[in-house]
């Protein structure tokens, strides 16, 4: 009879601490109502990164990008890509694919281009074209007034790492050196190469 009780007692323990649902809840009028450039802090994490931080608010995070990108039309490019890069990183390669393609009619600087295509041929698993993107980041010569705007950024944000040149390609080695690893695991800092000091 105890152990009948305790086998009891036991199940209605595990029922009532069972996992309980993530909260990905939030303010939708709140976030629709922010700038572009609060929705997409990086710094203070305002918007819609505030969620993506969460790996179980990831597809929430990248819903609610696809939701302030159709209502709004603004900061289009930076919201597609962002949106992008999280369909990629919840194994949506078809709708990461997609969405890149779409950003590429809009996009002008060479830079970036070799770093969408190097995004979709990751994607695709086609080596050839992802190191054809590479070179083709690198052949991009340097544009006037970078070597400032580092400068800028370092005495703005000293407690982050400086942009460096060419933008991204440490996100495409990363890509190759783990190609055979899921979009997630690529993207990270663990598959990029080290800085030189």
């Known amino acids: 009879m105890l152990t009948r009780i305790s086998a009891l007692f036991l199940a209605l323990f595990l029922c009532g601490h ?5 909260d990905c809840s939030y303010d939708a009028d709140v976030l629709m109502s922010l700038s572009p450039e609060a929705f997409n802090d990086d710094l203070d994490r305002t918007g ?25 039309d603004s900061e289009r490019g930076s919201i597609l890509h962002h949106e992008a890069q999280l369909r990629a990183a919840l194994g949506q390669a078809d709708v990461a694919i997609t969405l890149l393609q779409d950003l590429l009619q809009t996009t002008e ?23 054809a993107a590479r070179d083709k980041l690198l052949a991009v010569p340097k544009p006037e007034g970078f070597d400032q705007a580092v400068e800028n950024f370092k005495q703005k944000y000293p407690d982050y790492p400086p942009p460096v040149w060419p933008t991204n390609l440490n996100v495409i080695d990363g890509f190759i050196a783990c190609f055979d690893k899921p979009y997630s695991e690529a993207y990270s800092q663990a598959c990029r190469p080290v800085a030189a000091e």
């Open 48 to 72: 819609w990164r505030k969620l993506a931080d969460r790996e179980e608010c990831v597809a929430v995070a990248a819903d609610l990008l696809k939701t302030y990108r159709l209502r709004l």
């Open 109 to 131: 600087d060479e830079s970036t281009r070799a770093y969408h295509k190097a995004e979709i041929a990751f994607l695709l698993q086609d080596r050839d074209a992802l190191v």
């Open 18 to 22: 069972a996992a309980a649902e993530p």
